[in-house]
């Protein structure tokens, strides 16, 4: 008889340019079925994005100042959701922290309104998010111990994709076969 380990967890630590995605156990209204990109990882805590959480708002519904359809605004976590971050692919414009191969983190307003005024940056290249997701030091690391996430390496395949729908789903099944059941589990696994 072969019988499931649920408290089996992927082998990466978590670091800056990982993904954590949440189990299905994972009970917080704010992360559940949420994948987060860490942006930073260290002993004074760590900041994170979640990718598959989009709002109905674009920057000019932000900033009116600068207005543009093509950039969409994803809710980034539940810490300071009064300030407005952004992932990109654009350091020459927009400079900010490599947080992956080609990947930063961060950018000024004004970098931002050249981007929009200019047309300096291709949409696709941009991810904005309103807060964001904030652990202070060890707590990531007792919720790993928890069971509540799973680390992930796949952010460079997945980040700029432009597929939010089921990015759960897939960033699960890119764990490996170990993990896919999780990926049809029911939003509460008490119900199965």
């Known amino acids: 008889m072969h019988f499931?380990?649920?408290?089996?967890?992927?082998?990466?630590?978590?670091a800056t340019g990982r993904l954590l995605i949440a189990t299905p156990f994972l009970n917080d209204p704010n992360f559940a079925r949420s994948v987060v990109l860490l942006c930073?990882?260290?002993?004074?805590g760590?900041?994170?994005?979640?990718?598959?959480?989009?709002?109905?708002?674009?920057?000019?519904?932000?900033?009116?100042?600068?207005?543009?359809?093509?950039?969409?605004?994803?809710h980034g976590g539940p810490v300071e959701t009064d300030t407005l971050h952004i992932v990109h692919r654009a350091p020459e414009v927009l400079?900010?922290?490599?947080?992956?191969?080609?990947?930063y983190w961060g950018?000024?307003?004004?970098?931002?309104?050249?981007?929009?005024?200019?047309?300096?940056?291709?949409?696709?290249?941009?991810?904005?998010?309103?807060?964001?997701?904030?652990?202070?030091?060890?707590?990531l690391e007792r919720?790993?111990?928890?069971?509540?996430?799973?680390?992930?390496?796949?952010a460079e395949r997945l980040l700029f994709s432009g597929q939010t729908e089921d990015l759960w789903r897939r960033s699960v099944q890119h764990l490996g076969k170990d993990f896919a059941f999780m990926a049809n589990?029911?939003?509460?696994?008490?119900l199965n």
Do not use: H
């Not at 930073?40 to 004074?44: L, R, S, V, W």
């Not at 760590?46 to 994803?74: A, Q």
């Not at 940056?121 to 060890?138: A, E, R, T």
């Open 107 to 139: 950018g000024s307003y004004e970098a931002l309104q050249q981007v929009v005024y200019r047309n300096r940056c291709d949409p696709s290249d941009l991810m904005l998010f309103v807060g964001y997701g904030g652990w202070s030091p060890g707590q």
């Open 46 to 74: 760590t900041i994170g994005f979640t990718l598959n959480r989009p709002t109905d708002l674009n920057l000019g519904d932000l900033l009116p100042e600068l207005y543009s359809p093509d950039l969409s605004v994803f």
């Open 40 to 44: 930073a990882y260290g002993e004074e």
């Open 185 to 190: 589990m029911p939003s509460d696994p008490q």
């Open 95 to 103: 400079g900010g922290t490599e947080i992956l191969p080609g990947t």
């Open 143 to 154: 919720e790993l111990t928890e069971g509540s996430w799973l680390v992930s390496d796949n």
């Open 4 to 14: 499931l380990n649920l408290n089996k967890t992927t082998d990466l630590e978590p």
